[in-house]
Nanobody, 124 residues
Framework: QLQLVESGGGLVQPGGSLRLSCAAS????????IGWFRQAPGKEREGVSC????????NYADSVKGRFTISRDNAKNTVYLQMNSLEPEDTAVYYC?????????????????WGQGTQVTVSS
């Protein structure tokens, strides 16, 4: 059974950092593009970042460019999202999703499998 599990969320002060992990089980991530999405209270879920199956191509939402970095370790079947210079506006539940395709996109309708999410709260 294909499963994605996010971890690494928590409470952090503005300007702080967190690293989220998305671990896959039941399948190998080698052939999947992976996206990170987030949903803040009262808002629609939005794309944050994505990475191609090989890791050679990445995309970022304008709001996180220069602060977030996505990476993957296919040997560990895990994708990471390093989040630096966090702002209160980054507070949301963060989800990872898998797409059985080489290229990645930031539109959620293109993703087939989703994790349960991890809460990130940025507050002083």
């Amino acid at each position: 059974q294909l499963q994605l599990v996010e971890s690494g969320g928590g409470l952090v002060q503005p300007g702080g950092s967190l690293r989220l992990s998305c671990a896959a089980s039941g399948f190998t991530l080698d052939y999947y593009a992976i996206g990170w999405f987030r949903q803040a209270p009262g808002k629609e879920r939005e794309g944050v970042s994505c990475i191609s199956s090989s890791g050679s191509t990445t995309n970022y939402a304008d709001s996180v460019k220069g602060r977030f970095t996505i990476s993957r370790d296919n040997a560990k079947n895990t994708v990471y999202l390093q989040m630096n210079s966090l702002e209160p506006e980054d507070t949301a539940v963060y989800y990872c999703a898998a797409r059985l395709f080489r290229l990645c996109v930031l539109s959620q309708q293109n993703y087939d499998s989703w994790g349960q999410g991890t809460q990130v709260t940025v507050s002083s």
